[in-house]
């Protein structure tokens, strides 16, 4: 039998059953929908999630914390985090000949930050001078701290654009007076915009001062809680850590057999643990994709059955007049296939509708990968493949006496 | 050579607590261009051996040979290419696809042939048994002779050797059965061969051989001699 044929026969026999075709549409659509939007939702989350790692060790870059252990799915450290000094990072800042520059860091956590009435949730987070440089992130307007200002522990300000927003509103922020608690900032930059980071929290709603600030006016301590160093992209990260943590156990004190009670940190690291921590988009969401997928082929392959048997009569004709085993065959996996490619196409449309929804809405960002849409048309078409099997199976075995009687 | 050579075919049925043997010991032979109406009581194996005939079933033993060849030897394949070539198919309940227009019904045994021209065939064949002008009506909008003589033009689409009828006008009235009757002669004449099953006695006078079967074998088989014309019978009917 021809090909075309083929294909003639299977629509006109879908056009003549339009409910049950329409619930096999269904079946797919709900499935095939949902593997697309989770494939572009789990694609774009973590292309997103990478491309802040790479901001956040652009060049290269080691991590420095207190505390030992690991911070995520080994024991935490019971060491104490009051032992890494400011004189700790300058010694490594002289010492260790391929870093070059580092920043401190001491951070108040969430603050109330007021100005004039207005009052808002704020992270406060203490950074040396050396932030710009190696975050890669300043100040867009007025300016970043200086030297002067961390060695004076000055009591000045810089903001990100969502506390700009809360609490100026179109005011012009530079040079105002805000509150943080108790104790008077001067504004004097705000900071490069940056989004929403990988934990969900958003970036712009920060406050940066010098850390010096943090220690001394805001929690009264003597140690800061990590720094981020930046090292010759030339020289050898791994070299450099081994160095750096030789370093501190000898300022440290630590003898042979004690644990650290500071961890570094590499981008491989962390490029590892995101890439294992990814698993709501990773695994999750596409398992729970593929039972819904499973799913509506199993709709499709039962409805199918019950169009083999409600078509015996049918289809013990077209043997009797000349239907050959594959002829039978290929009607009904044609059939099949015609509908869940088609529930396919409008999934695919459903899926970019869904998709323009959450971009809108600013749930998620993502780009559109319009191979993904590919991949759910082949699965959609492969699922009405494996769906009219059995049907197609037990069709071509029907004898054409007992379907004719 | 015949074009139908059937010799010592058995064809038995089980049931629980029961054995019917609805082909018992059956030798027949058919030649080309014969018209043979089959007459038995109901259960004799009349439907089983055109069954047979159609190598829609295969004998559990005895030989077929249809234009010389064994059909027990071919594949399912094989046969069905053979039905889709060689024989056309008639029922009493006329099994056409419901919701699918006449046309579509006729071009059923055409789709799983290499004929290109479909429609044309189709409706060609519609023509000779005179529903030209019913090409996109569905069953459900056509009288019962209507249906059947949609079911002869599926059964004549593919311009097979063999035409087996089955109580062709078992559901029909009596105009509609003799003009089904009519048609069949038609053919026959042209030189298909028929094998027609009826339990009317008036029907098989026009046929030119009568073969009877009982309890699954043949009890008699004779010439027709007092043939009659389906065409005139129709006139006779009409003038009363
Ligand atoms: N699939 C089957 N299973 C069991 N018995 C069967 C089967 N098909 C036919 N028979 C039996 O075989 C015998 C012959 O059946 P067949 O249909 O050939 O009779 P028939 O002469 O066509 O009868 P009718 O005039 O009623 O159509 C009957 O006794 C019938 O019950
Ligand atoms: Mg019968």
Redesign the pocket.
């Known amino acids: 039998m021809k090909i075309s044929r083929a294909i003639t026969s299977s629509l006109r026999a879908l056009t003549r059953h339009k409910l049950r075709t329409f619930l096999m549409m269904l079946g797919t659509l709900i499935g095939v929908t949902a593997l697309t939007v989770v494939m572009v939702l789990g694609r774009g989350t973590q292309d997103a999630v990478m491309q802040q790692v790479e901001r956040m060790f652009s060049g290269s870059s080691i991590i420095l914390t207190s505390g030992s252990g690991m911070r995520r799915g080994g024991p935490h450290g019971s060491g104490p985090t009051t032992t890494l000094l400011p004189a700790d990072i300058e010694a490594i800042e002289e010492e260790v000949p391929a870093v070059l520059v580092a920043d401190r860091l001491q951070g108040l956590g969430r603050s109330e930050v007021a100005f004039e009435g207005a009052a808002a949730d704020v992270r406060v987070l203490g950074h040396s001078q050396a932030s710009p440089e190696v975050w890669n992130r300043g100040a867009n307007r007025g300016s970043y701290f200086s030297e002067a200002d961390v060695a004076t522990s000055a009591r000045v300000a810089v903001a990100g654009t969502t506390v700009v927003r809360t609490l100026f509103g179109d005011l012009d922020p530079i040079g105002q007076q805000i509150r943080i608690g108790t104790v008077p900032f001067e504004v004097i930059g705000v900071l490069e915009p940056f989004g929403i980071d990988p934990h969900g929290l958003d970036k712009d709603n920060e406050i940066h001062v010098p850390y010096t600030t943090v220690m001394r006016r805001l929690r009264n301590v003597d140690y800061i809680a990590a720094s981020k160093i930046l090292v010759d992209p030339d020289a050898d990260l791994d070299a450099t850590a081994a160095a750096i943590e030789e370093l501190l156990r000898a300022r440290h004190g630590l003898a042979a057999g004690e644990p650290n009670d500071f961890r570094l940190i590499t981008p491989t690291q962390v490029r590892e643990m995101i890439a294992s921590s990814n698993s709501t988009f990773g695994v999750f969401l596409p398992i729970v994709a593929l039972i819904a997928i499973i799913a509506g082929g199993a709709v499709v392959a039962n409805l199918m059955l019950l169009s083999v048997n409600e078509r015996r009569f049918e289809i013990g004709l077209r043997k009797a007049v000349g239907a050959r085993t594959r002829d039978v065959w290929w009607q009904f996996l044609l059939e099949s296939t015609a509908v869940t490619t088609v529930g396919g196409l409008l999934a695919i449309g459903l899926a970019i509708l869904t998709l323009g929804f959450i971009r809108i809405h600013g749930m998620a960002d993502f780009v559109f990968p319009w191979a993904v849409t590919l991949v759910g048309l082949g699965v959609a078409v492969l699922v009405g493949l494996a769906a009219g099997v059995l049907p197609a199976r037990r069709a071509a075995r029907t004898d054409p006496?007992?379907a004719l009687? | 050579m015949s074009m139908i050579e059937m010799d010592g075919v058995c064809k038995r049925?089980r049931?629980e607590d029961y054995v019917?043997d609805?082909l018992d010991d059956v030798s027949l032979s058919i030649d080309h261009g014969e018209f043979v109406a089959i007459r038995?009581?109901?259960?004799?194996?009349?439907?089983?051996?055109l069954n047979v005939l159609g190598t829609l079933d295969r004998p559990d033993r005895g030989s077929y040979r249809l234009n010389g060849r064994d059909v027990s030897t071919f594949s399912a394949d094989e046969l069905a290419a053979l039905r889709n070539r060689k024989i056309g198919f008639v029922f009493q309940s006329f099994h056409l696809l419901p919701r699918t227009t006449a046309i579509e019904n006729v071009e059923l045994p055409l789709i799983y042939s290499d004929r290109s021209d479909i429609s044309d065939l189709a409706r060609r064949a519609l023509a000779r048994v005179g529903l030209a002008d019913r090409a996109s009506h569905e069953p459900g909008e056509l009288s019962g002779g209507q249906q059947q003589r949609v079911a002869i033009a599926r059964a004549l689409v593919n311009d097979p050797d063999l035409i087996l009828a089955?109580?062709p006008s078992g559901n029909l009235d009596s105009r509609s059965g003799l003009e089904i009757l009519a048609t069949l002669q038609d053919l026959n004449v042209e030189g298909v061969t028929v094998v027609l099953?009826t339990?009317d006695a008036e029907l098989a006078r026009m046929a030119s051989r009568r073969v009877e079967?009982v309890d699954?074998r043949i009890r008699s088989d004779e010439p027709v001699t007092d043939r009659r014309d389906a065409v005139a019978a129709l006139a006779a009917v009409a003038e009363a």
Not at chain 2, 40 to 49: A, D, E, F, N
């Open positions: 006496i007992d009687r | 049925y049931k019917v609805a038995g009581p109901s259960g004799s194996g009349k439907s089983t051996l089955d109580e099953v339990h079967i699954g």
